[in-house]
């Protein structure tokens, strides 16, 4: 209870009602999760490890974000992360939203920004887990897998011992594949710039990395189809940023006729603007 001349004391964000709460944690999350990072990368990802503490009091506060987002009975529906599969090939059959043939959609305004970007960093959390597990160096994985079956199947010369290594492998990698996944279409389904673009962008990247470590390309075709999602939102909206770099980057080497360099057509923020010098008007005759 305050006492005559004593200050007042700031309101506090739950105080200040939901929407400017959610922003308020929100916010406060994303400078934790940035300065987590000694060592940050162009696309937001991070080449060292993280201070935990930091990450810690980022997670925290998102999951805040998370709980007075639900109470305000405005939840985007999380899809189910399906079972994991050995058989890549059918691992996922569709991402949704991915089509790029699909509407933009417009975003919620207010705090569904705060709430996209919440999921958004607790699924980099999970990519950055993602993209650090590495195969065992002797494992000495060949480079072409068959498209059938990467361990029911093993190829001939494979020991028993090699084979439930490779299974253990290829199991993590898929159920961090998942987890990470499903967080980002959750972010997704926000439809809030930047974070959308970001995701489809992410999603495409898990795909494209798991094919790097487990050789095969099987999932090449569905990064390519969250690449090309990425590129079409971020072209629609004319935002020709990080995201859209990337994902134009990824689409050059995927499907280099379909998508070759757009340098040509987006011209890089230091070229000159080339117009018409304008004729000044000749006011009196000599």
Request: neutral net charge; glycine residues 6%.
């Amino acid at each position: 209870m305050l006492e005559l001349g004593q200050p007042l004391r700031p309101a506090n964000a739950a105080d200040r009602g939901p929407d400017i709460a959610i922003d308020d944690e929100f916010f406060r999350g994303e400078q934790a999760w940035k300065a987590s990072c000694p060592k940050p990368t162009e696309d937001g990802g991070c080449d060292q490890l993280r201070e935990p503490a930091l990450v810690a009091e980022a997670r925290r506060r998102f999951l805040t974000v998370q709980q007075l987002w639900r109470r305000l009975g405005r939840g985007v529906h999380q899809p189910r992360t399906p079972p994991v599969r050995h058989r890549v090939a059918e691992l996922f059959e569709t991402d949704p939203g991915m089509d790029p043939k699909a509407s933009i959609g417009p975003a919620e305004p207010g705090a569904a920004h705060a709430a996209a970007g919440a999921a958004f960093y607790l699924a980099e959390a999970e990519w950055e887990a993602f993209a650090r597990m590495k195969p065992p160096p002797d494992l000495n994985l060949p480079r072409y897998f068959p498209a059938a079956d990467l361990v029911e199947q093993p190829r001939p010369g494979w020991s028993p011992q090699f084979r439930r290594r490779l299974e253990t492998f290829v199991t993590r990698k898929l159920d961090q594949l998942a987890r990470a996944r499903r967080l980002y279409l959750a972010a997704f389904a926000f439809r809030a710039p930047p974070f959308d673009v970001a995701a489809a962008a992410r999603i495409g990247q898990l795909y494209q990395v798991f094919d790097q470590d487990v050789p095969g390309d099987l999932l090449d075709g569905k990064a390519a189809t969250a690449f090309e999602r990425c590129f079409d939102m971020s072209a629609k909206r004319a935002r020709y940023d990080e995201w859209f770099r990337l994902c134009d980057r990824e689409l050059t080497v995927l499907r280099p006729v379909e998508f070759p360099k757009t340098n040509e057509v987006v011209p890089e923020e230091s070229a000159d603007a080339v117009g018409i010098t304008a004729i000044p008007v000749i006011r009196r005759l000599e």
